[in-house]
């Protein structure tokens, strides 16, 4: 089955950092742009990062702009979303999606929350 | 950035209503603009994208139509497991924003 599924959330106290992972499987990642989205409980969407196939072209919303890295390794099949300085805002669900034009695949997510 | 506004933000409606969702965009986006369908926690699920191309799989029931900074989603008859959150999303330009969600409840 083509799917993504993301792991590495966790309670984490602020001022802490965090690595998301996203795993790919049963299509050619290499070959697809993908995004991070999250969604704060009872909140909306909200788009996170971008990275182009090649990582050639890396996007990030200004929420998180110079605390958060997105990067892969196409070799396996895997996105990454490194957090630093966490903040009680950061607190979400965390979705990896594929795509650029549409979002056509999404995991099922990865619970972070940041707290004292 | 290119903010879009959703309305209603919440609708009641019964099986079988004619449902239309509004979202407007900030400035111009073209057809550059999708439609998501999310129940509650579950990942969001891709309905429409470039404006009115339904996704693989989406019963015919869903269209999206607009351009420019005005757009519609439509269920024609509601059915059960429609009840649940909608978002639009614009990818004319980064950041890509989400409007803030429209929730349709059973009446």
């Known amino acids: 089955e083509v799917q993504l599924v993301e792991s590495g959330g966790a309670w984490v106290q602020p001022g802490g950092s965090l690595r998301l992972s996203c795993a790919a499987s049963r299509f050619t990642f290499s070959s697809y742009s993908m995004n991070w989205v999250r969604q704060a409980p009872g909140k909306g969407l909200e788009w996170v990062s971008y990275?182009?196939?090649?990582?050639?072209?890396?996007y990030y919303a200004d929420s998180v702009k110079g605390r958060f890295t997105i990067s892969r390794d196409n070799a396996k099949n895997s996105l990454y979303l490194q957090m630093n300085s966490l903040r009680a805002e950061d607190t979400a669900v965390y979705y990896c999606a594929r795509g650029n034009w549409f979002f056509d695949l999404w995991g099922r997510g990865t619970l972070v929350a940041v707290s004292s | 950035d290119i903010q879009l506004t959703q309305s209603p933000s919440f609708l009641s409606a019964s099986v079988g209503d004619r449902v239309t969702i509004t979202c407007r965009a900030s400035q111009g986006i073209s057809t550059y603009l999708a439609w998501y369908q999310q129940k509650p926690g579950k990942a969001p699920k891709l309905l429409i994208y470039?404006?009115?191309t339904l996704q693989s799989g989406v019963p015919s029931r869903f269209s999206g139509s607009g351009s420019g900074t005005e757009f519609t989603l439509t269920i024609s008859s509601l059915q059960p497991e429609d009840f649940a959150a909608y978002y639009c999303q614009q990818l004319n330009s980064y950041p890509r924003t989400f409007g803030g969600g429209t929730k349709v409840e059973i009446k």
């Open positions: 990275i182009s196939s090649s990582s050639s072209t890396i």
């Open positions: 470039a404006a009115s």
